[in-house]
């Protein structure tokens, strides 16, 4: 079956280390986000990549950094210099003009 | 960027009540609008769309939604909600066809009484 599949669905982190949530599709979009979701925020954008090899910052982009080296694949990097990183995130592709598939979600928490 | 607001941040309803959750964009070309909807523990999935044409657009499980361009708003309908229909809902906005930048709103928590 097509579709978003993040990995993995829970994670742990201890403070001051890095960690990297993974993100595939095989949809075959050209463009894929990353959301972060808090209660009562709802969904605030990160990053997102129309296009392999270029990404552009979202409203919350301080302490993320992303890569998008294939089509398929656009993983999260939660740097230690993000602040506040407990959140559930949300892994999204879309094709030209279409509406957005979501992943089912990681939820990180700091140990 | 584009920017969304929905005014309601949860919004409890005895089924069979009539439904309108609201919704106002800010962005100064053209639009395209949508309606998301999260049911417990499952991931996002999209209800409806507006890209162009008639502004009255319709979803799945009986959801409407009507885009009033004077007001920039997208409000979501539902004549008359089930229990099943508790979930939360949130609109997006996109500016235009060519632009895959994306913003949603912060989401409406409904809760729908048997």
């Known amino acids: 079956d097509g579709g978003i599949t993040q990995s993995p669905k829970y994670l742990f982190r201890k403070e001051g280390q890095n960690v990297t949530l993974s993100c595939e599709q095989n949809l075959n979009h050209d463009a894929m986000y990353w959301y972060r979701q808090d209660p009562g925020q709802g969904l605030r954008l990160i990053y997102y990549s129309q296009i392999v090899n270029d990404f552009q910052k979202g409203d919350i982009a301080e302490g993320y950094s992303v890569s998008r080296e294939k089509k398929e694949s656009f993983p999260l990097t939660v740097t230690s210099a993000q602040k506040n990183p407990t959140a559930f995130y949300l892994c999204?592709?879309?094709?030209?003009?279409?509406?957005?598939?979501f992943g089912d979600g990681t939820r990180l928490s700091i140990l | 960027a584009q920017s969304v607001s929905q005014h309601n941040h949860h919004v409890i309803l005895s089924e069979a009540a009539s439904l309108e959750l609201g919704c106002n964009y800010s962005y100064g070309g053209t639009v395209n609008l949508f309606w998301y909807v999260q049911y417990p523990g499952q991931h996002l999935q999209l209800l409806l769309k507006y890209f162009s044409g008639d502004p009255l657009v319709k979803g799945i499980k009986g959801f409407e939604a009507e885009f009033i361009k004077s007001k920039f708003s997208f409000n979501l309908r539902k004549p008359s909600v089930q229990w099943s229909d508790t979930a939360e809902y949130f609109c997006a906005v996109r500016g235009g066809y060519n632009n895959n930048d994306m913003r949603f709103g912060a989401g409406t928590r409904l809760t729908v009484k048997p």
């Open positions: 999204a592709s879309s094709t030209q003009g279409q509406p957005q598939h």
